[in-house]
């Protein structure tokens, strides 16, 4: 349809939004620690609305300082089951937005909405705040002016501040110099907007802005998901997963990026469901209104309100399925209880859902036999319902969604901790020679013939022939040694250590057994 069509129907769509939402119901409001937050942007002027610069225009068209326009913007945000939006703020000094942002936190606040709001100070775009300095000074306005009012966002008990393309303002140390001089006593809630985990020392949780260069919704955040958790149990940690959900993008008219079809609806629909599957404990929506990116699920010209509609019920879904009651914990299996197998090699037998786990992600060649029961252990400070394999240890988690219901223990790293030998004082490299991996996190590197075996073999997470690189890091973790002799039963082989495991080459055998894994649950006993 030509845009001066669209324009003739633009009242239509304005009228048909208001009606449609005037008769939603009363939006279910979300678990407290599980927010649903809409970037929002309050730089509009009625010069801006062109399709010479974008692929779609609101319905009604506005200025982004008009009340009217603020409380429209408030009724349509919390109408369509948001929690917050998250205001876009070129610091105290920029008028403009400054004092847009304060305006939406009061009428939000006035008008009885349950709305909440966030601040994203946006250094990449304002000179002023490209400094440690200038977002320091602007962190302490928002600290005195912001952060006590009564709807200004928290999570974890924090006010929240989010931050976008971390490299615009400096590295990591950057950023933990501006935490350590704003909010040295971590009384914040930092959301940075990167995937380099390493900024897990400066943020308090990460997210993605744009998940659309991903053309299977969702599939961004599920790699994503599998890292974070990846990072949790190396780490010890329990960093949130918050997940990114998006209608579609465009901004080929502003400046030849890229496009990602919105597909009448199902692009954003996938990006929910993966936010639902993998449970979320935070989702950010990109975006309310960013109509030079085409990523708003404001009404527009094109599109009418269908994507509010579509947030009502997609966000709504997300509250019933996410975040309810903790799993009941799985019993101990007894004897005879259906789907068990018994294994007459070790007397154990193995049963639900470890001995589902053990059959899709690589069985006996990869963990060995039970040698031990299915039974309570504790582990860093917490019980857990854990069996022992030749060669590894399997962990109920069913605080977890699957597949991070079951995790593996890090048996390498306990062996040689047992050894009284410390992985981190082993010689390390800068770099991996050709043809090799390289783990920059250990410092090591992943060559032949360990290599291949390595890619072979991981976890199975989605459901695709082949492993990526997360699911074999999944399965075996991070090397924490180079290729080294060491002698096992009295013989002198080739060795590589790894977080939970240790690769043997066994030159002797023939092929495909000439790596093996090492016993390491037998060596623990």
């Given at each position: 349809m030509p845009p001066s069509s669209v324009r003739r129907l633009a009242p239509l769509f304005a009228l048909l939004a208001l009606v449609a939402l005037a008769s939603l119901p009363p939006a279910a409001r979300a678990v407290a620690d599980r927010p649903i937050m809409a970037f929002y942007y309050p730089w509009w002027e009625q010069s801006d609305w062109s399709y010479n610069r974008m692929s779609d225009l609101p319905a009604p068209q506005y200025t982004g300082g008009d009340d009217a326009t603020i409380r429209r913007h408030i009724q349509q945000a919390d109408d369509a089951g948001l929690d917050a939006l998250i205001c876009t703020w070129y610091g105290p000094d920029e008028e403009r937005l400054n004092k847009r942002c304060r305006r939406l936190i009061e009428l939000a606040r006035e008008g009885g909405r349950d709305l909440q709001v966030a601040i994203i100070p946006d250094q990449s775009a304002w000179s002023s705040l490209k400094s440690v300095d200038g977002l320091a000074n602007a962190l302490s306005v928002l600290k005195s002016d912001f952060f006590g009012q009564s709807n200004?966002?928290?999570?974890?008990?924090?006010?929240?501040?989010?931050?976008?393309?971390?490299?615009?303002?400096?590295?990591?140390?950057?950023?933990?110099?501006?935490?350590?001089?704003?909010?040295?006593?971590?009384?914040?809630?930092?959301?940075?907007?990167?995937?380099?985990?390493?900024?897990?020392?400066?943020?308090?949780?990460?997210?993605?802005?744009?998940?659309?260069?991903?053309?299977?919704?969702?599939?961004?955040?599920?790699?994503?998901?599998?890292?974070?958790?990846?990072?949790?149990?190396?780490?010890?940690?329990?960093?949130?997963?918050?997940?990114?959900?998006?209608?579609?993008?465009?901004?080929?008219?502003?400046?030849?990026?890229?496009?990602?079809?919105?597909?009448?609806?199902?692009?954003?629909?996938?990006?929910?469901?993966?936010?639902?599957?993998?449970?979320?404990?935070?989702?950010?929506?990109?975006?309310?209104?960013?109509?030079?990116?085409?990523?708003?699920?404001?009404?527009?010209?094109?599109?009418?309100?269908?994507?509010?509609?579509?947030?009502?019920?997609?966000?709504?879904?997300?509250?019933?399925?996410?975040?309810?009651?903790?799993?009941?914990?799985?019993?101990?299996?007894?004897?005879?209880?259906?789907?068990c197998q018994s294994f007459p090699e070790t007397g154990y037998q193995t049963c639900g859902r470890i001995l589902s786990y053990w059959h899709e992600n690589g069985g006996l060649p990869v963990f060995g036999y039970p040698i031990g029961p299915q039974q309570a252990v504790t582990i860093e400070g917490r019980v857990y319902q854990a069996q022992a394999f030749e060669r590894n240890r399997l962990e109920l988690h069913p605080e977890n969604a699957r597949p991070y219901d079951v995790l593996l223990g890090r048996l390498g790293a306990e062996v040689l901790g047992r050894q009284g030998r410390d992985w981190q004082q082993f010689g390390k490299l800068g770099s991996a020679p050709v043809g090799c991996l390289f783990f920059a996190a250990t410092g090591?590197?992943?060559?032949?013939?360990?290599?291949?075996?390595?890619?072979?073999?991981?976890?199975?997470?989605?459901?695709?022939?082949?492993?990526?690189?997360?699911?074999?890091?999944?399965?075996f973790g991070l090397p924490l040694s180079e290729p080294q002799t060491e002698t096992i039963q009295g013989k002198a082989y080739t060795v590589q250590w790894f977080e939970r495991a240790r690769f043997e080459w066994h030159p002797e055998n023939q092929d495909p057994y000439r790596v093996l894994l090492g016993l390491l649950s037998v060596e623990m006993r």
């Open positions: 200004y966002l928290r999570y974890q008990g924090k006010p929240v501040v989010f931050w976008f393309n971390p490299p615009s303002l400096g590295d990591l140390g950057t950023w933990q110099a501006l935490r350590n001089r704003a909010d040295p006593n971590r009384e914040q809630y930092w959301f940075g907007g990167t995937d380099n985990f390493s900024f897990l020392e400066a943020y308090d949780a990460l997210y993605y802005f744009d998940i659309t260069w991903e053309s299977q919704a969702g599939a961004a955040m599920a790699s994503y998901g599998r890292r974070l958790a990846d990072y949790n149990q190396r780490t010890g940690q329990s960093r949130p997963f918050v997940a990114t959900v998006m209608p579609g993008y465009d901004d080929l008219k502003l400046r030849g990026g890229h496009a990602r079809d919105r597909q009448d609806g199902a692009y954003y629909q996938g990006t929910w469901q993966t936010a639902i599957d993998r449970q979320a404990q935070a989702v950010v929506l990109t975006s309310f209104n960013e109509f030079y990116e085409g990523s708003h699920i404001e009404p527009s010209e094109r599109y009418g309100d269908l994507y509010l509609r579509l947030t009502k019920e997609l966000s709504d879904r997300f509250r019933a399925e996410v975040g309810g009651t903790a799993p009941t914990p799985i019993p101990p299996p007894t004897p005879g209880t259906s789907g090591h590197s992943l060559c032949e013939p360990f290599l291949s075996y390595f890619r072979n073999h991981g976890l199975e997470f989605d459901g695709q022939a082949g492993k990526d690189l997360g699911e074999s890091i999944a399965l």
